[in-house]
């Protein structure tokens, strides 16, 4: 068999295998059966995020308040 022919018959093989990956993803990019998922994911990412973020600020004045208090203790005696 010479080169050309098996080039051919090799890009014969391929292109089925092409036009199977090239079909496949476009029904990926179509199937919006996931979107509803994905939107619950991001709501709930933006959720947690909120919350780290405000715990964050808390967490600052809580322990200012416990210093204060161990301040005051620690001074009464």
Known sequence: MSSQSKHYSDTRIMKPRWT???SSMRHLLRDES???LIEYALVAALVGLS???SLHGLSNK???A???IGSG???AI
Do not use: E, P
Request: charged share 5%; glycine share 12%; net charge negative.
């Open 34 to 36: 996931g979107q509803d």
């Open 66 to 68: 416990f210093n204060s």
């Open 51 to 53: 919350a780290i973020i």
């Open 62 to 64: 809580i322990g200012n």
């Open 20 to 22: 199977a990956v090239y």
């Open 73 to 75: 203790l620690t001074n």
